[in-house]
């Protein structure tokens, strides 16, 4: 027995064969300045840029951001690099319109005030209590310390650009919805 | 040398240890109905549920998915494994607010029309063109099917409450951006 097999309403009892090897590669924001979204996702969450493609045509660039992981470098070679960005999990891509950064008018949409959709993302970290002292040494914005509200041990800040990101110590959340 | 180290503006030079062991955990989607969407993701990409969590006193649940990892099993225990999804990367979340699968009008905003922000997330798949069969056998929504527009190789599709997903295949994109 297993829990993911548990009788949710819509779930299929076995993966098909026609999706192995899938593999749930990234989410994509829209940021409004690269400078300032890659200084905190790099700098606040030790992310790292595998890839920036640009399409000049149509005048955007992609930044592919991972967190490193000690026994899986990427390959050194650029269009090998490439592929292996777009075969990994866990990847987040950013897409610079060009000219936004340079409109101060101008601003993306958080998916949480209406009208909703996306609603974060979310990093969960080895300990809470430390993240928080980082992220208040950083003066990073909250939207919920995780003493506040209902979800206790729970905090949501948000980036540069507005997005929420979810903060989670694992350890913490073993009787969560319990 | 390493590609990561390429001097884009912002990007630090190191990443800090106050971020060690952080991880990209998930991103979260509202989703209107979620024996819909279960079925689309369990049944289309293959993913499986690793935990619900219902908060009936703010009237939403949540579900974690993923892709299974062969020799990364999740932990039978109840609690171990709401801490392990919290450990994970590549986890996909949805969010349901109660009700809104028995209202016919309600539908959740996709991000890409206006006002825009979030994108859209990706799968890669081991061979596109079975994929794309997999897609027209299923009776999948395109936004962008590989042949069409400028980035050739690349779909977009969209689930059943709007979200595009991208579908890239690794092998086919080692030129991209070049």
Not at 44 to 58: A, N, S, T
Not at 83 to 95: D, M, R, V, Y
Request: proline content about 8%; some cysteine; hydrophobic content about 35%.
């Amino acid at each position: 027995m297993s829990f993911d097999t548990e009788n949710h309403p819509g779930v299929c009892a076995q993966p098909s064969a026609a999706s192995q090897g899938f593999v749930f590669n990234h989410s994509m924001l829209r940021v409004k300045d690269p400078a300032v979204a890659l200084d905190f996702y790099t700098r606040i969450f030790g992310m790292r840029v595998l890839r920036k493609l640009d399409f000049p045509e149509m005048k955007f660039s992609l930044y592919f951001l991972h967190r490193p992981v000690a026994n899986n470098p990427p390959p050194e070679d650029i269009g090998e690099r490439t592929a292996w960005t777009f075969s990994q999990t866990g990847i987040l891509e950013f897409t610079h319109n060009w000219g936004t950064e340079s409109d101060p008018d101008f601003k993306y949409h958080d998916g949480n005030a209406q009208p909703q959709g996306f609603g974060h993302i979310c990093f969960s970290v080895p300990d809470l209590d430390a993240a928080i002292q980082w992220f208040d040494d950083n003066q990073v914005p909250y939207v919920k310390r995780p003493e506040q509200g209902k979800m206790k041990d729970v905090a949501f800040i948000k980036d540069p650009d507005g997005y929420w990101i979810e903060i989670v110590d694992p350890s913490r959340l073993k009787n969560l919805g319990r």
